[in-house]
């Protein structure tokens, strides 16, 4: 497989960003991942090329009708200096998930791993070490023939950038604030929601912005049908402790199935307590914390790992939960997550692999 | 303003496609309009320049979250050689809601209306002369800030570029068949569905090839909260002739307003005619149709003109409208729509623009 990719070299090098000032996704590295598809070809000339610019005809189609993927996963530093993976099989499979809804050629999934792998050994030394730091990947494809008709694109470019990050939502387990959107929609059954499409994340702008506006850091987007069932935050998933019970929105075709989510899914039940995945009303959740049984809410996601919140708005009316403190399964779930991640305990679920 | 736009010289033109040949979307003339926003410049450098290919940075924006816009008009050649443009300040105006709903800074419509007259001016040449030919205009705006942060881009380009085109469906005034699709949706209300935005276009593509596969040339869509009531079509808004009076769904808010449409109600009704806007379910259809009174079926759109439909395919039951034949209203309307698209009658409604 090595000796399929090919490696051109760089001729001089980035320095790299203070890791205090990393942010999300502002610093690339020197290399990039790129392999491109046409009708004819299928996917062809894998090769690991210096990170810069592309160049596109302006009658692109990603430009035109969206047809574009993605994924985000990312790469750990360990305590000794050992560089993990989590769980990025399951990240190529989403991808070729999304894929074909957006009626784009899968990918082989082998070659992917082998890419990702080899381009993150390559760009090893920016993986930072800091707490709370990573190096993020972002593998994506889009859409690249030259036409206005509207039709899937023929041509295909697949690439993996990688940036060094600090914690996506500034400070760590700071509990955030959450405003229940119910006017705007991301997503509908029969829709692309559970792609990772772009489409997707132009579409929760104004909502985010809105959120923003009346100081709220998140929006937790509603179903489109009856705007009364939860389905998720921006870019992570939501779980509701209710009387010592884990519940998640169910995968109803319309939210992203999350990798964090499935993690924390397993890992919560490891511990012995259920975890419901089921279609739940924000008007349940509402009543949850009147009676005072809403004990912990937390989000889950790559860029986020296991993020508490601390108060939402739901129609108006504010819900303070577990006094704004962080609670007991959040806590627990976001130190395991992180330390499998870190190759800090072992890892009974061999959700890491070493690169 | 003339002024204000720069002109950069081409050094050799493109030889012109074969009339006969020109397909849709697959052309491009010699020069295309850029402008360029940055969030403390403004929109600014606007600019004639020669059709060619950009280069982007592998992390901007368009690429993963979607942010993109866009405008299709056409410019018409008389047959005393002058060239028409069909309403452009509908499509500038339509540009710039689909902005304000993708978190995209407004252009100044004066001035994109300025670029538009002055690139068709410079192209001339290009406006083909054959029956059922036009050059197709596409202004489009994409997100071009280098940054993974889900979030609004700081940095936008504006293009325009043309493509001398011949009929959408290729003979023109075929009626065509439609799958109405009651499995997936394009769009809800609360979503982006009535902004002219790339996301939409990908999140069709699917049913389209399923339509295709099935034997149909195009998807209807229903609304995605009950799947019962006609929206539009892959590019074109729906109209039903019932019982002699006209009917086509309602600006619902997930559908495009589309300009065609609006003109066709227009002239329709000062045919003395009625047109309803409203609601339309698809089994009301399918009724009318069994009691012999769904008369005429047709789509109205840029590159689609007025297309009369032929068959429906609704839950798997096949309507026939009008014995395939192309029905009066439509008939008339596309003759009316295209003589004054080609300056061959009176223009009461000041529609067409001279350049
Ligand atoms: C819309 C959305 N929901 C949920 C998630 C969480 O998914 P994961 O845990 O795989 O990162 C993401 C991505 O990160 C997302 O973009
Ligand atoms: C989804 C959709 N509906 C309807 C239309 C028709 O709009 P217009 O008549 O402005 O071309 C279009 C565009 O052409 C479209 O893309």
Redesign the pocket.
């Known amino acids: 497989m090595n000796k399929l990719i090919e490696r051109e070299k760089i001729t001089s090098k980035k320095e790299k960003p203070d890791p205090s000032s990393l942010g999300f996704g502002k610093y690339f590295t020197d290399y990039m991942f790129v392999m491109d598809y046409e009708e004819e070809k299928g996917w062809h000339h894998p090769r690991l090329t210096p990170y810069a610019p592309i160049m596109l005809d302006p009658s692109s189609s990603v430009f035109h009708y969206g047809q574009a993927v993605f994924e985000?996963?990312k790469a750990y530093r360990t305590e000794d200096g050992r560089v993990l993976l989590f769980r990025p099989e399951?990240?190529i499979k989403?991808l070729n998930r999304s894929c074909q809804r957006m009626s784009m050629p899968p990918l082989d999934e082998e070659l992917v791993l082998e890419a990702l792998t080899q381009l993150v050994e390559l760009e090893k030394e920016w993986v930072p070490r800091e707490k709370g730091t990573s190096l993020y990947i972002r593998p994506f494809v889009i859409a690249t023939e030259p036409s206005l008709g509207v039709k899937a694109s023929k041509n295909y470019t697949f690439m993996i950038v990688l940036s060094p990050v600090g914690s996506y939502y500034g400070d760590q387990l700071q509990p955030i604030n959450i405003y229940v959107e119910d006017e705007f929609v991301?997503a509908v059954n029969g829709g692309v929601g559970n792609a990772?499409t772009s489409g997707?994340?132009a579409a929760s702008l104004q909502a985010q912005q809105k959120a923003n506006e009346l100081g709220y850091d998140q929006v937790l987007w509603l179903d489109a049908i009856e705007k009364k069932y939860a389905e998720?935050?921006?870019?992570?998933?939501i779980f509701f402790v209710i009387n010592g019970e884990v519940v998640t929105p169910a995968l109803s075709g319309s939210?992203?199935?999350?990798?964090?989510?499935?993690?924390a899914i397993e890992l919560i039940r490891s511990w012995g307590i259920p975890v419901r995945e089921e279609r739940i009303s924000i008007d349940d959740i509402y009543a949850a914390s009147a009676r005072g049984e809403l004990t912990e809410v937390f989000g889950?996601?790559?860029?986020?790992v296991v993020t508490p919140v601390g108060e939402l708005n739901i129609h108006g009316r504010t819900v303070i939960v577990n006094d704004r403190e962080i609670g007991e399964i959040s806590k627990k779930l976001y130190q395991t997550i992180t330390d499998i991640q870190l190759g800090k305990v072992k890892d009974p679920f061999r959700w890491t692999v070493e690169v």
Do not use: F, P
């Open positions: 985000g996963l399951q990240n989403r991301r990772k997707n994340y998720e935050v921006g870019s992570m998933n939210i992203l199935s999350g990798i964090t989510r499935a993690s889950t996601g790559t860029a986020a």
